[in-house]
DNA sequence: CTCTTACGGTAGCAACATGCAACCAAACAG
DNA sequence: CTGTTTGGTTGCATGTTGCTACCGTAAGAG
């Protein structure tokens, strides 16, 4: 048996929240689900990818707690749970670190806008309990036995 | 042709961030580069994961720009360049996410501390480019022909 | 100088996951 | 009743992952 290595048993959290979302279709379609697509067609369109896939993919997110199916009329749709939409920050970081690095200058690229004044948001940053700004220097791992 | 779909033409940034770092083992390889591995064997240790697997990520990150290697003695080691340590909020972003949803209450794991006090980091927040904290319903994607 | 060990990989499979296409049933649309 | 859209499932070919064995180099042990 050569299945593929889980994350689930593992004391750190990284690995436990890659173990769920850590494949290339799960924050994609989180990503879908936070501009509105709700429907199964809805994600298929919006991601080209095939359906057996999508299927999965969304059997393991409502699995995992992250979509629930609520009924709609005679179907019914997938809509993030608080879990879900707890991967807001994730989704966001994924996106202003692609913005930064993964574009050719001044290629264009979809944009995450605040709706109140179409504006960027603000880069994410990481601050200490007290408020200071860290970088990744600034902290270290305490490992658990 | 079967092959990974791939998302590095995609004009949304978290489908390009997910086409470099969105398989199971890239994060965990970051994340141990932030933690301080810097050696082929820290990596195959920390992570268990088979020399070939892992050789193939490193290989993967080195070409994307994340790490670098630098001559070290006889042998060679990767660091994280600029672009690898952007990626900081991206892993505490997912280690808060894990730590608040993929652990039973009470179950030990490891921990993300400021050096300074030894406090926990502050939650990540997003907010707007005028400061005021939203969440995902403030926001809204523009999309770009 | 020779033997052994550790390090940093590569090579060869077997099993699993992904992707395409075909198919299918339940709702609508007319 | 018939055609079309929606929301899937199933089969099969290929790709990817993971385990194990192997290999070349360098550092110590004697």
New interface residues.
Partial sequence: MVK??R??GE??????????V???WS??IV?DA??GSRRFGDFQRSL??AKNILSARLRSLVDN?ILETVPAGARHEYVLTA?G???????????????????DPGE??????????Q????P?????????M???A???????D
Same sequence: chains 1, 2.
């Fill in positions: 593929r290595t994350f689930d004391s750190c959290p990284v690995a436990r929240s890659v173990d769920v850590g494949d290339w924050l994609l990503r936070f501009d080209g990818v707690g879990k939409e707890a991967l807001f920050p994730v989704v966001v970081a994924l996106r202003q670190w692609g913005e930064a690095f993964a574009f264009p690229h979809s944009q995450l806008l605040d709706r109140r004044d504006q960027p948001l603000r994410l940053e990481v601050h200490a309990a007290d408020g200071r860290v970088t990744a600034d902290t270290e791992v305490r490992k658990v």
